[in-house]
Nanobody
Framework: QVQLVESGGGLVQPGGSLRLSCSAS????????MGWYRQAPGKQRELVAR???????NYADSVTGRFTISRDNAKNTVILQMNNLKPEDTAVYYC????????????????WGQGTQVTVSS
């Protein structure tokens, strides 16, 4: 199995910055993509940003120009730098990885972290 552990959430004022970090561990064979999703109260979970092996990066339109995702393949870590935060960015942020476990290399599975709360408020 693959485990994802997130850190870095918290309370910040509008215009402020936060940095989220996610590390993957466990019986990892390979990771195809890592990224971040978020879910606000009463809303569906949505993609924030993801980075695919090979370097392709996708951002939600709402965060383009404010958030930056980066990945350290050697450490199986993904970072989300969030700048100029807005109240509408308030949500639980979940780390996601598409990965193959050494226990079953034939299956590409979707793994999720436990979530970290980001609150943007004055």
């Amino acid at each position: 199995q693959v485990q994802l552990v997130e850190s870095g959430g918290g309370l910040v004022q509008p215009g402020g910055s936060l940095r989220l970090s996610c590390s993957a561990s466990g019986s990892i064979f390979s990771i195809a993509a890592m990224g971040w999703y978020r879910q606000a109260p009463g809303k569906q979970r949505e993609l924030v940003a993801r980075i695919i092996s090979g370097g392709t990066i996708n951002y939600a339109d709402s965060v383009t120009g404010r958030f930056t995702i980066s990945r350290d393949n050697a450490k199986n870590t993904v970072i989300l730098q969030m700048n100029n935060l807005k109240p509408e960015d308030t949500a639980v942020y979940y780390c996601n990885a598409g990965a193959r476990s050494r226990d079953d290399v034939s299956q590409m599975r979707n793994y999720w972290g436990q979530g970290t709360q980001v609150t943007v408020s004055s």
